[in-house]
């Protein structure tokens, strides 16, 4: 059986991401069903809803140490921190479209 490393920073990553996705939720949710749909918002939202849960898993993924377990470009290839520059990219699509 798995046990994590790290129980607290996993909820703590856990109990920030859910307190960051309500505004963005509401946010999303306030654009689709507004009479006049806002493309920026809509889009926003659309990228921020994914990114923030992807950049919690490859944040945990760096914290615990998966970037040294495999040093240079291959670990950023590997599945938990790989999520981190996606993620990033997706902060980016996010802003531009607001």
Not at 19 to 26: G, I, K, S, T, W
Not at 85 to 97: D, I, K, R, S
């Amino acid at each position: 059986m798995y046990q994590s490393k790290r129980p607290g920073l996993a909820v703590a990553l856990v109990v920030l991401t859910v307190l960051f996705e309500v505004p963005v939720l509401r946010l999303f949710i306030q654009a689709m069903t507004a009479s006049d749909v806002p493309a920026g918002a809509t889009l926003a939202g659309t990228f921020m809803i994914p990114a923030l849960p992807m950049f919690s898993l490859g944040l945990y993924g760096l914290i615990g140490g998966a970037a040294a377990a495999a040093p240079g470009v291959r670990a950023w290839l590997r599945t938990p921190l790989a999520y981190l520059p996606v993620a990033l990219l997706l902060f980016v699509a996010a802003g531009l479209a607001a």
